[in-house]
């Protein structure tokens, strides 16, 4: 069964929910596979947040003050042919949704089973006019935005790096980059071998928490332009399942953790799509009392690179040099703005999509919702300590060196803290705020906040 608010097929199937919708049913056997259902979801209960995705969905349904078109609006349940079916009632739909994560139960389920690329379009047309057959001859003329190409104003920053940034455009350069992250094969060469530990996607869980270390697909912005499609993707990483079949827990680990990363970026497709509101605001009312200082003079360093935190500055170069951050930073830089600086996280939503090669709407709108605390992740407050982070995932300051040459010299410990002494500064500036203050501060304003509204 799939089940839908806005029209029939936008959402993904949900067999694992058909408890619901087969409420009334009497048979025992149906009875009996309630039950085990049932036991099911109850085990699941006891697991340790092991996919976000699927506890951010769970708690959407949990959320006493989630948004009553959420909770109030009646729900049909299509059968497995996408043929409408009866109507779910209120009392019904809470029930459903507390059952567990709408849309993350399917990507579980989609995990143990197989999602095939679909075959590409045939029958297309140039679009260049002379190319066009006659009687199509004009819709060149009714297609008149690709007509003005545009400047480079508006284009926005030019980026002197770009070499550095990981990202290639195109269809092809994206099926090279997939190939080599799940295949381990040298795509250049066609007559390459494989080897499963030359598989990059099989340690993908830690390497890519590691900013020093180009442990992640890089097919970010692949996705965005869709040059590459998620099934894809998807798919890709089935086969690598095939590889390491019957053995190697670790690396089979590493595929589920990429495929649930691939599942947030759906989920935020996904609560866009249902939620277009996000856009614009936070998801947790509340937060919209919150107070923020906004300080543009903090906000420029941070946007800079000139905080006086090396790993927060490392990580703004990395951007404004090559449009593009490692995932790991894009959540440290984020909480340091909202948290330390306690500047309004739409600040740094804005100055992301203006900077990233793969800014994508709904995924960085969902990523900063879910720095700030005010998204649909059930954590109600979470603060990085910048410090904390570099000793955990750049132990080195490999990645603090890369970006900030002009501290090269400077002790590893001291690039991690931040604690550098005037004399070896050399013109890089002292750390604008003090994190143990700021996050109390922050903490102080958040538990001020009216929580009913």
């Not at 709904?362 to 904390?388: V, Y």
Request: hydrophobic letters at 40%; a negative charge; one cysteine or more.
């Amino acid at each position: 069964a799939s089940i839908c608010q806005r029209r029939p097929g936008c959402c993904a199937s949900a067999n694992s929910l058909s408890t619901i919708a087969r409420e009334n049913a009497s048979s025992p056997l149906e009875h009996a596979a309630d039950q085990q259902r049932r036991q099911a979801d109850q085990a699941e209960e006891h697991r340790d947040a092991v996919d976000p995705a699927l506890q951010a969905g769970r708690r959407v349904g949990e959320r006493a003050d989630a948004p009553a078109r959420l909770r109030e609006a009646p729900l049909e349940v299509l059968d497995e042919g996408g043929r409408a079916g009866r109507i779910v009632e209120r009392g019904t739909h809470d029930a459903l949704l507390a059952a567990g994560g709408v849309y993350s139960r399917m990507w579980a389920a989609q995990a143990a089973g197989e999602l095939a690329v679909l075959p590409a379009p045939t029958g297309l047309l140039d679009l260049e006019p002379m190319a066009l057959p006659e009687p199509q001859a004009d819709l060149w003329q009714q297609l008149p935005l690709l007509q003005a190409l545009p400047t480079q104003e508006q284009l926005g920053p030019v980026f002197e790096g770009a070499d550095a940034c990981p990202c290639r455009p195109g269809e092809a350069a994206a099926q090279l980059q997939l190939q080599a992250f799940c295949d381990g094969a040298d795509s250049g060469s066609p007559g390459s071998t494989r080897r499963i530990g030359a598989i990059p996607l099989l340690g993908y869980e830690p390497g890519r928490n590691l900013p020093a270390e180009a442990g992640t697909s890089a097919l970010s912005a692949a996705l965005k332009f869709g040059t590459l499609s998620p099934r894809q993707a998807w798919a890709a990483a089935q086969q690598a399942r095939l590889v390491v079949a019957g053995g190697g827990e670790e690396a089979l680990a590493s595929i589920g953790v990429w495929e649930q990363e691939l599942a947030w970026r759906e989920f935020y497709q996904q609560a866009l799509f249902h939620f277009p509101e996000l856009a614009d605001g936070p998801y947790r009312p509340h937060w919209r009392h919150f107070p923020w200082e906004n300080r543009q003079d903090r906000y420029a360093a941070w946007c800079d690179g000139l905080t006086g935190m090396p790993i927060i500055d490392a990580a703004m170069r990395q951007l404004n040099e090559t449009g593009w951050m490692h995932n790991r930073c894009r959540m440290i830089v984020a909480s340091y703005l909202v948290k330390d600086l306690i500047c309004d996280w739409r600040w740094g939503e804005t100055a992301f999509m203006a900077r990233l090669v793969d800014g994508d709407l709904a995924a960085n709108n969902g990523g900063w919702q879910w720095s700030a605390s005010s998204g649909m992740d059930p954590k109600p407050l979470r603060i990085f300590n910048p410090a904390t982070q570099a000793a955990k995932f750049d132990p080195r300051a490999e990645y603090i060196r890369r970006w900030l040459p002009e501290l090269r010299h400077v002790s590893t410990a001291d690039l991690i803290s931040g604690a550098i002494s005037p004399f070896e500064r050399r013109g890089y500036p002292a750390p604008i705020v003090n994190h143990k203050l700021q996050q109390a501060r922050f903490k102080a304003l958040y538990a001020a906040l009216p929580k009913s509204a």
